[in-house]
């Protein structure tokens, strides 16, 4: 799977808020060719960085390519994805509404969505708005329900939380969850009646003058100065890769913008939540939401950096104690971006860092060599110490791989042909993926992802990613594995994939649906009629021309789905199957009824 990285680094003499030019700050003198140095140290191909005090940008600059084929640079005013940086801005909006007595963070947040159901009753009688601010309702992450399985529809994935099973009991601990943001985005969009999207214009990108930021990537690829995103393969090699349509996602982390106009939003911050003089946000609102709301982690300090201490969370934003300052941060990362934007309230600073990489380690590098400076602490070598974390941590990976006992049954085989396991695989609190087979082999195709699997063993597949050049990577693959069962009548059943949500302690069922076949319209009046077992008739007939149909008295309609070599499935019934008897001459002469208690004869009436 594919991870995030943003690189960003500006420097600009230009105030962005009062229009003059600043002199050069000594406390950042040499800073340039420091941060320079990290583009080929960590391979990377663009980033920016803007640094504001009290109401200046004492520094912005950009370093290395926003487009590395053509060689566009890095500027102040390049446009990179967010990611999770968004979610203040989510979350600010509930406080701006609450200011207006419009919502109250102690309410249920089904007070404002109706529709919105969780797993069981402690979670529907127990979760109040809060908990969706400061991530503390029990679940886990759940991020291929809507990595994977997304949707332009916020509300559609609002009704996938109900079936998502939580790992632990409400503010019992603190653990990340995007669609809690997401919910918040909806909470303001029945509220205003306008969209997440409209709210975040108008509330903030309008007032804080942040004109080229935006919400889609369908605006991000339209705006002047874009950045394109880059992964990193065998640690060295920049791959670009395709921007990540988040789409229904939008409220836990849609945005894109610039270091110059994200300092816009850090300045208001550092100013109790006015710019220009100007009320953005209420200033209690502000408080509140950077204040400990949940403890994140209970760790003590670590010995190389004791004065580096405790993490907590506010509303959309992490605390910490950074050599003796409060700092207030939020990292960000989606395909191709990562992202850091903090500031420090007591010090009156803040520093935004975006970077056009996956997974990248460059935004909080960046971060915190600026902060060291600002702040007048001593400064820690972070590139060394977090290159020297990276190389220790690969070779105790590697150690353990060595020792590591494969669990593989050699010599064993699919209990099925390839195309057996073909059709659609879907599950309620996620969505659908299909596998087709492909010669011997078989693909998953989930969502934008394709993955090849591979034969563990028995009917265990493990995936490996498949590139848009149809390339696949045998290198990075996690521990997932695609688990295949079989029903009492032998066929495949469902599939049941573990490590989807690594906080439940079992594998996550996708339902199948056998894979249907093109049939003619004409070709299906043969299995017309009415077929008799036991005195009870079985009536099969055709619907606008071109669909099958199965009544028997007392039940509904059935919709029939053709599956080949006379055989039909019932639509969205798991193990029921038509398998009609043909006669030499062509002629359909009877049908048997597959089912998971067993299978029953029917004779065609003249």
Not at 526 to 555: H, R, S
Request: proline letters at 4%; charged letters at 25%.
């Amino acid at each position: 799977m594919k991870k995030i990285i943003t690189l960003f680094f500006a420097f600009i003499a230009v105030c962005a808020f009062s229009q003059k030019k600043n002199a050069p700050d000594n406390r950042l003198a040499g800073v340039d060719a420091k941060l320079q140095a990290i583009l080929a140290d960590w391979h990377v191909a663009g980033f920016a960085v803007a640094v504001v005090e009290k109401d200046k940008i004492v520094y912005a600059k950009g370093f290395g390519f926003r487009d590395l084929e053509n060689k566009k640079p890095v500027t102040p005013n390049t446009l990179f994805a967010i990611g999770s940086c968004s979610k203040a801005f989510t979350s600010g909006l509930l406080g701006i509404l609450r200011n207006e007595d419009k919502v109250s963070f102690d309410e249920k947040p089904s007070k404002y969505v109706p529709e919105l159901k969780f797993y069981n009753d402690e979670m529907n009688n127990g979760i109040i708005v809060k908990d969706l601010m400061s991530h503390r309702t029990g679940l886990g992450r759940h991020d291929l329900s809507w990595y994977f399985f997304n949707s332009p529809s916020k509300d559609s994935l609002v009704r996938r939380i109900q079936y998502m099973e939580p790992f632990t009991g409400v503010r019992k601990q603190w653990y990340y969850n995007n669609f809690m943001f997401l919910t918040q985005g909806v909470i303001a969009e029945r509220i205003t009646g306008q969209s997440w999207e409209k709210n975040i214009a108008d509330r903030f990108f309008k007032p804080l003058g942040m004109n080229t930021s935006n919400v889609s990537i369908a605006e991000l690829e339209k705006s002047a100065e874009p950045s394109l995103g880059y992964g990193l393969k065998n640690d060295t090699e920049i791959k670009k890769l395709d921007y990540y349509n988040i789409s229904g996602m939008a409220p836990a982390g849609s945005i894109n913008s610039s270091v110059n106009e994200m300092a816009n939003w850090v300045n208001a911050w550092i100013h109790g939540g006015k710019f220009n003089g100007k009320e953005v946000l209420p200033s209690s609102y502000v408080s509140e939401a950077m204040s400990s709301q949940m403890i994140v982690g209970g760790a003590l300090p670590s010995k190389e950096h004791p004065d580096v201490q405790f993490a907590n969370y506010g509303y959309g934003w992490f605390l910490a104690s950074y050599k003796g300052h409060y700092r207030v941060e939020h990292g960000g990362n989606i395909d191709g971006f990562s992202a850091s934007t903090s500031f420090f309230p007591s010090d009156s600073v803040g520093i935004v860092v975006l970077v056009n990489q996956n997974g990248s380690p460059v935004p909080s590098i960046v971060r915190n060599i600026i902060a060291d400076r600002m702040l007048g602490v001593a400064q820690s070598d972070w590139s060394k110490e977090l290159k020297d974390a990276r190389d220790k941590n690969k070779k105790e990976e590697k150690d353990t791989q060595k020792k590591k006992s494969s669990s593989v049954k050699k010599g064993t085989h699919p209990s099925h042909l390839p195309e057996e396991f073909e059709g659609g695989y879907s599950a309620e609190g996620y969505g659908k993926f299909t596998i087709r087979a492909v010669h011997d082999s078989l693909f998953a195709k989930m969502g934008h992802n394709t993955y090849w699997l591979k034969h563990y063993h028995y009917d265990v597949f493990e995936p490996f990613e498949v590139d848009k050049f149809h390339k696949i990577d045998t290198a990075e693959h996690g521990n997932m594995r695609f688990n295949f069962i079989s029903g009492l009548n032998g066929e495949i059943e469902r599939v049941a994939i573990n490590d989807i949500e690594p906080t439940l302690k079992k594998p996550i069922e996708f339902v199948r649906q056998a894979a249907a076949k093109d049939i003619k319209p004409e070709e299906l009046k043969k299995y017309v009629g009415d077929y008799e077992m036991a005195g009870m008739i079985a009536k099969v007939f055709v619907k606008a021309e071109k669909t099958l149909f199965l009544f028997v008295q007392g039940q509904p309609e059935y919709e029939l789905v053709f599956l080949g070599n006379n055989k039909f499935a019932i639509k969205n019934l798991t193990g029921y199957k038509l398998e009609f008897e043909q006669s030499a001459d062509g002629k359909i002469l009877g049908v048997a009824f597959v089912q998971p208690n067993g299978t029953f004869k029917a004779k065609r009436k003249n």
